[in-house]
């Protein structure tokens, strides 16, 4: 199971940091993943981190999110800077069938319920 925190409404230029707990397994040989899915649209990768913590991030995101990952305590964060109103979405974290970075949804297994976040102009 994985649950979601962190969202809210920001003023554009500030910034949130989302966390996702994981419970009931050890996700510590997993990817792990933040896609994004804003009103109307479809659901975007975001950032991901494979096992050994190598990063990744999609270019709408890149030099302003951050993810990491705290394998003691089962958790994957996403610092997100400089926001701006189009990263407004509901933020969803998920859990790679395999170690490596990942992109595309289907290669994630277990998502989190989404948490919302908001910039405002």
């Known amino acids: 199971q994985l649950q979601a925190s962190g969202g809210g409404l920001v003023q554009a230029g500030g910034s949130l940091r989302l966390s996702c707990a994981a419970s009931?397994?050890?996700?510590?040989?997993?990817?792990m993943g933040w896609f994004r899915q804003a009103p109307g649209k479809e659901r975007e990768f975001a950032a991901g981190?494979?096992?050994?913590?190598?990063?990744y991030y999609s270019d709408s995101v890149k030099g302003r999110f951050t993810i990491s990952r705290d394998n003691a305590k089962n958790t994957v964060y996403l610092q997100m800077n400089s926001l701006k109103p189009e990263d407004t979405a509901v933020y969803y974290c998920?859990?790679?069938?395999?170690?490596?970075?990942?992109?595309?949804?289907?290669?994630?297994?277990?998502w989190g319920q989404g948490t919302l976040v908001t910039v405002s102009s």
């Open positions: 009931g397994r050890t996700f510590s040989s997993s990817a």
């Open positions: 981190i494979s096992w050994s913590s190598s990063t």
């Open positions: 998920a859990t790679g069938r395999g170690r490596a970075l990942a992109t595309m949804t289907y290669e994630y297994d277990y």
